[in-house]
């Protein structure tokens, strides 16, 4: 079986090497194709790969190529984790919108909303790429805003084009272990979209397990989401939300905390990442343990302005393990080997929720097997959540035209109408700024 990664340059690549090489049944993959137009970073990559593949027998064929169409032909499962524009661009999207007074978070608010619009188009061009050269390929995407960017493949992909996030996974299992539960045998009830959802049950033998968590103040205290939104809030919540909306629930105080920190995620990210790489530039450097070391500092950093505002200490140890890579092999043996399996993904709405349209991809529980990912019935959310899911919806759907028609009017509109940005002169500046720093973005007239 053979998957293409796109994006094959990146950190994170070796996660999805590093779980496939674990993988020994009949139907695994055993050609990886890996694509980036960054031929150092191809290079820098390709090597950590070879030397966790070194004491493995029968690991996958490695092979690097900087043509796209070529990466695509005779894949059967198309991995994209692509970054249009470089952590540059996503440190650029930070201080853009930190020096107007808002958000610039890489997937949420406005720094969201600038990623979107550099990326849809490319994503767009190969969705119409794997549509005319690997047909029966699926493609599994992280490339983020991962709903967003779900929704612009599918209309050229259809159901075949899925997309993942590791914040579900890392919230459900954080919930169950603290309730002393086997994560592998509950059920999490999670429902929004991505980057913007609620866990509002945790079943267990069909017994949910959730009031327990929510009525124990201590209990509720003792992990993470407890740490960043605090219990009062949560229990006056009654669901645990993903950890991405400590960004709309205490918006003043991270922005506040983004605007004190030395440097933005992605300035850091750029630097740290810049610096492993560099290190690749010397043959005789030890690539898997310096790639390690970086990846250990690159989680235990994650969110920590966000820890800072809330006061919520250290990243516990336990959650420094990552998961995406996991959700992609679970998500590639259901469909490849039809192990029927149920995971969290963004996947077109299909009147899941009725507040939404059909076509809209959401971020939710599905059964997955040979036939692709399919939503399971879900029931409605709260007045507010439901809300703050079809506003984000509406700006997603405003970028998608924005990219489509090449509007700066439209584009404008997509910031103005996102519920982080509370000026329309503010959403101009915005893409006044964002078209200035981004060359990607000439396209907006």
């Known amino acids: 079986m053979r998957l293409t990664i796109l994006g094959g340059g990146g950190f994170r690549v070796p996660l999805v090497h590093g779980a496939l090489l674990g993988d020994r049944a009949e139907g695994r993959v055993t050609q990886i194709v890996l694509h980036d137009l960054d031929t150092d970073r191809l290079s820098a990559v390709a090597r950590v790969l070879a030397e966790q593949a070194a004491d493995v027998p029968d690991a996958p064929e490695v092979t690097v190529t ?25 440190a650029a999207d930070e201080r853009v919108a930190l020096d107007l ?6 997937t949420v608010g406005a ?9 849809v188009p490319v994503a767009d061009d190969i969705a119409r790429r794997v549509a005319r050269l690997a047909p029966d390929a699926w493609v599994i995407n992280f490339t983020n805003p991962a709903g967003l960017v779900t929704e612009a493949m599918s209309r050229h992909l259809g159901d075949r084009v899925i997309g993942i996030c590791d ?3 890392g919230l459900g299992r954080r919930i169950a272990r603290v309730l002393g539960a086997d994560p592998r045998e509950a059920f999490i009830d999670y429902v929004g979209l991505n980057h913007l959802g609620w866990v509002r049950g945790l079943r267990v033998a069909g017994r949910d397990e959730l ?24 229990r006056s919540l009654g669901a645990i939300p993903n950890e991405y909306l400590h960004y ?21 990210l750029r630097d740290q990442q810049a610096g492993f790489y560099d290190e690749m530039k010397r043959p005789d450097a030890p690539a898997l343990s310096a790639w390690d070391r970086t990846r250990a500092e690159r989680e235990a950093t994650y969110m920590a302005e966000n820890r800072d ?35 969290i993904l963004n996947v077109r709405n299909r009147g899941t929720l ?21 939503p399971v019935a879900v029931d409605p959310l709260p007045g507010h959540a439901t809300g703050l899911v079809c506003a984000v919806k509406a700006v997603e759907r405003e970028v998608l035209s924005a990219a489509a028609s090449g509007s700066r009017t439209t584009a404008v509109k997509a910031f103005a109408l996102h519920p982080l940005v509370d000026s329309v002169n503010v959403a101009r500046a915005l893409v006044d700024g964002y078209t200035a720093v981004h060359p990607g973005l000439g396209y907006l007239t």
């Open 309 to 343: 505002a809330a006061g919520a200490g250290e990243r516990d140890a336990d959650d420094l393990s990552g998961g995406y890579e996991k959700v992609a092999l679970a998500l590639m043996r259901a469909i490849a080997r039809d192990e029927r399996t149920t995971l």
């Open 111 to 119: 720094g969201g909303i600038a990623y979107g619009l550099r990326t």
């Open 66 to 90: 900087t043509e796209l169409d070529e990466a695509l032909r005779g894949a059967d499962f198309v991995f994209s984790a692509i970054r249009v524009g470089g952590l540059e661009g996503r």
């Open 167 to 169: 914040s579900p996974v």
């Open 248 to 268: 709309y629930y205490f918006n003043r105080e991270t922005v506040r905390a983004y605007q004190r920190a030395d440097r933005t995620r992605g300035a850091f």
């Open 211 to 234: 009031p327990r968590l929510l009525a124990d103040p201590a209990l509720l205290g003792s992990f993470e989401e407890g740490k960043l939104f605090g219990t009062e809030w949560l």
């Open 354 to 374: 009725a507040a939404l349209d059909a076509e809209a991809v959401i971020e939710v529980p599905c059964l997955v097997d040979a036939n692709g990912a399919h």
């Open 101 to 106: 007074g808002v958000l610039g978070q890489e």
